[in-house]
């Protein structure tokens, strides 16, 4: 029962931040031999150059940070160390090896330090929906081929090879390294978290909701979808995100995930959307549809009447309450709200209800063949009227009840 009237904007307000300090306290657990590094941004890039600057020979560091600060750090590192040899290595497609890779460029143009970046591109497949709720996906039993390449290559990459390599990567595939790639994850020489710059990590959220689209969710792969949603829910986990874009990204995360038929997780999106704004009717009329998908009617009711509440005028509420009520067999109900809805868009739902499967057993009854026909005769009134009442403004003929 996905409808068509799906909301996908609304403005952004103060959100709750539970969800993220549990993300945050988890990865600190985690992270067994790191070193400390200070929270400021110059502090922790100083010594992330330091750590490069002195590596000699074989060394892994890890840089944990959103996608959009990736090239900027790269070309500040390269300028501020020029004594050392460096190239960058973008992987924009998945791998399942590494070392002929590295050993193939190294043989080409020698470098002291290869920057490594989209090796999470080979990470995505193993999560499948349903596993974990927030980063749990890493407890699944299957090891991801590239980690399980690193792993067992991880003393050639130090002795056939001699070089530095450092991955920029996002938090859920760092969590990846650490929970499937324990072996390799543990000869670090270096692990820096980078908080996202305020006005970069506003730019980066704004565009996700600024270009959330239904139709474009839908004809995403399943692939494509699953790193859509990483990227969503390492926005919302970012330590310098502030709460009225954490809020928008919650309800942008459930719209994608609708899209992708994951009701149960959009449903729970929309919640953390609406703990912080109870208000948020787009959230509410989005949550009914998710809940009517799997069945859960009254629940469905429950939610579009909390969307009408704030906005009596919700027609996406209204027809989509119709709906309900025409799958719970309850055709007075559902005609009354059917009418309430082509009442405040006639075009738009008298053609959809005339081929929404939901009314299947209303479509034979007078009453909603008459919602669904447009009379000519009452139309071409209407508009005469509508035409009367222009003039009567400009003053030419009196105004007619």
């Known amino acids: 029962m996905t409808k068509k009237s799906t909301q996908w904007r609304q403005n952004p307000r103060d959100c709750n931040t539970a969800a993220t300090n549990s993300v945050i306290a988890e990865e600190s657990a985690c992270l067994e031999k790191d070193t400390l590094v200070p929270a400021d941004f110059e502090e922790i890039y100083a010594a ?25 750090l790269i070309q500040r590192l390269e300028t501020d160390i020029p004594h050392k040899r460096m190239q960058t290595l973008h992987l924009t497609e998945p791998i399942a090896t590494f070392f002929d890779l590295v050993q193939s460029r190294l043989e080409t143009e020698p470098f002291d330090t290869l920057f490594v970046t989209g090796i999470e591109k080979s990470l995505v497949e193993y999560i499948k929906p349903g596993i974990g709720g927030i980063g749990d996906y890493y407890k ?22 001699g070089v530095g390599l450092v991955f920029f990567l996002p938090l859920f595939a760092k969590k ?24 970069m990590l506003a730019a980066a959220s704004r ?14 792969s399943a692939t494509e979808r699953r790193t859509k949603i990483l990227e969503i829910r390492e926005l919302i986990a970012e330590q310098q995100q502030i709460p009225d874009q954490q809020q928008q990204l919650w309800f942008e995360l459930g719209n994608l995930l609708i899209a992708g038929q994951q009701y149960e997780e959009a449903i729970a999106s929309y919640d953390q ?25 009254e629940e469905a009711i429950a939610s579009y009447d909390q969307a009408l509440a704030v906005k009596p005028d919700k027609h996406e509420a209204w027809y989509n309450k119709a709906c309900v009520y025409a799958l719970q ?23 959809m209800a005339k081929t929404d499967a939901d009314f299947a057993s209303l479509r034979d009854q007078p009453r ?11 139309r071409a009134s209407v508009w005469c009227r509508q035409l009367i009442k222009v003039v009567a403004k400009l003053g030419s003929l009196p105004t007619v009840h």
Not at 287 to 292: K, Q, V, Y
């Open 140 to 161: 699944e039993d299957t090891v991801p081929r590239i980690l399980g390449h690193l792993n067992m290559q991880r003393e050639r990459f130090r002795d056939e090879l």
């Open 48 to 72: 992330l150059r330091r750590a490069i600057g002195r590596q000699k020979g074989f060394g892994l560091v890890f840089v944990r940070c959103i996608p959009a600060i990736v090239e900027p």
């Open 176 to 199: 990846y390294f650490i929970h499937r790639a324990p072996d390799f994850f543990d000869w670090r020489t270096g692990d820096f978290e980078f908080p996202a710059e305020p006005g």
């Open 368 to 378: 909603f063949q008459a919602l669904v026909t447009v009379d000519r005769g009452w």
């Open 273 to 297: 959307a609406l703990a912080v704004k109870p208000d948020l009717h787009e959230a509410w009329t989005n949550r009914g549809i998710a809940l009517g998908n799997l069945g859960r009617f």
């Open 207 to 220: 565009q996700v909701w600024l270009s959330g689209d239904y139709e474009q969710y839908c004809q995403l």
């Open 329 to 351: 067999g309850n055709a007075p109900l559902a005609l009354d709200h059917l009418q309430r809805a082509i009442e405040l868009a006639p075009k738009k739902y008298r053609d």
